[in-house]
């Protein structure tokens, strides 16, 4: 069975209050109960933390004995070289994932320090975008 972890970054535990236009009116918990049925052939954990140093951590926890991570590292993602270095030092491929299209967004979203070291990036198909992630890695 393959073992893979969705790790988010800060404010996406407001998911399904934070600007639903943006992000949808589903919290990720709710979403990540309906993913985990879907795939009963893969073990999914699941990590969310608004703390840049957290993040690192459990990027260096799993980064050698998961089948893969899924990481939307939300605003870290332009802005934590930390995060990036991370992501480039563990074993384990990183698909980058975000819920929107950040490219049309603000232009300082269009930098990213994870996409360099990524197997992949994900992004602009909503909650889906996680679900696509989830599929690469089969």
């Known amino acids: 069975m393959k ?4 790790i988010n970054g800060p404010n996406l535990n407001l998911l399904g209050k934070r600007e ?22 893969i073990e999914i954990d699941y990590f969310q933390s608004n703390i840049e140093g957290e993040i ?20 870290y993602t332009h802005t ?7 992501v480039k030092a563990i074993e384990t491929p990183v698909v980058e994932v975000h ?9 300082f979203r269009h930098q990213s320090f994870i996409s360099p070291n990524a197997k992949g990036v994900i992004l602009g198909f ?3 975008s996680y679900e696509l992630a989830i599929q690469s890695f089969n």
């Open 3 to 6: 073992k893979l972890i969705i």
């Open 20 to 41: 639903p236009n943006i992000y949808g009116s589903l919290s990720f918990i709710e979403f990540l109960e309906e993913v985990k049925r879907k795939y009963t052939d």
């Open 56 to 75: 690192i951590d459990k990027l260096h926890e799993v980064g050698f004995n998961f089948d893969g991570i899924i990481l939307n590292a939300a605003a």
């Open 80 to 86: 934590s070289v930390g995060i990036g270095d991370a």
């Open 99 to 107: 819920i929107s299209n950040t490219f049309n967004r603000e232009e």
């Open 126 to 128: 909503g909650l889906q």
